[in-house]
Nanobody
């Protein structure tokens, strides 16, 4: 059974940086694209970034492009989200998710989710 566990969230001042990690159990990690999503109170879960199975292709939402960087380590079964120049509007619970063979930026297309990690950016 595949399990995802996020870590690295916390409280940071605006303009600061954080790196989130997602540890993935299971042998099929390296064959799946992976994504990061976030959800602020009262809002729908939104796409943040995704990375192809081998790390060769990355995707970002317009709101984080140029500030966030997604990467992966297929040896350690880890996915990272490096967040820089953080803004108060980045405050949310951040989720790691596994993509099935066919996926889109719609969170409903991802099939396995972690429990999330809180990121709070103070202004």
């Amino acid at each position: 059974q595949v399990q995802l566990k996020e870590s690295g969230g916390g409280l940071v001042q605006a303009g600061g940086s954080l790196r989130l990690s997602c540890a993935v159990s299971g042998r099929t990690f390296s064959s799946h694209a992976m994504g990061w999503f976030r959800q602020a109170p009262g809002t729908e879960r939104e796409f943040v970034a995704a990375i192809s199975w081998n790390g060769g292709i990355t995707y970002y939402s317009a709101t984080v492009k140029g500030r966030f960087n997604i990467s992966r380590d297929n040896v350690k079964n880890l996915v990272y989200l490096q967040m820089s120049s953080l803004k108060s509007e980045d405050t949310a619970v951040y989720y790691c998710a596994r993509a099935p063979t066919s996926w889109s930026r719609d969170p409903r297309s991802f099939d396995v989710w972690g429990q999330g990690t809180q990121v709070t950016v103070s202004s």
